[in-house]
Nanobody, 118 residues
Framework: VQLVESGGGLVQPGGSLRLSCAVSGLTFSTYAMTWYLQAPGKERELVASISSNGIITNYADSVKGRFTISRDNAKNTVYLQMNSLKPEDTAVYYC????????????WGQGTQVIVSS
């Protein structure tokens, strides 16, 4: 199983980035997907999640109205569109795939760095 994040980088405050997480080695359409962030010296925290069929989404209060999570089950990819970026959004962003059946299976990507700075 591989989860490969991309799209991070350096952006000025107020700017936008689109993160992608390409997934292989599992049945993507059966997994809920979540983006997490981890800022230096802090614990990993949930940013946004999307159900396996893409119908249900949830967001951390800090990103509501600015970030949008979406998925393309035909491309086995989940996205995070980040607009109106703030310096406090600076972190490593990780994608996570989880499926809660009789056995819960859970996979992580390696992360992509986002730096918001002028």
């Amino acid at each position: 199983v591989q989860l490969v994040e991309s799209g991070g980088g350096l952006v000025q405050p107020g700017g936008s980035l689109r993160l992608s997480c390409a997934v292989s080695g599992l049945t993507f359409s059966t997994y809920a997907m979540t983006w997490y962030l981890q800022a230096p010296g802090k614990e990993r925290e949930l940013v946004a999640s999307i159900s396996s069929n893409g119908i249900i989404t949830n967001y951390a209060d800090s990103v509501k109205g600015r970030f949008t999570i979406s998925r393309d089950n035909a491309k086995n990819t989940v996205y995070l569109q980040m607009n109106s970026l703030k310096p406090e959004d600076t972190a490593v962003y990780y994608c996570n795939a989880i499926r809660r059946w009789s056995v819960t299976t859970n996979y992580w990507g390696q992360g992509t760095q986002v730096i918001v700075s002028s």
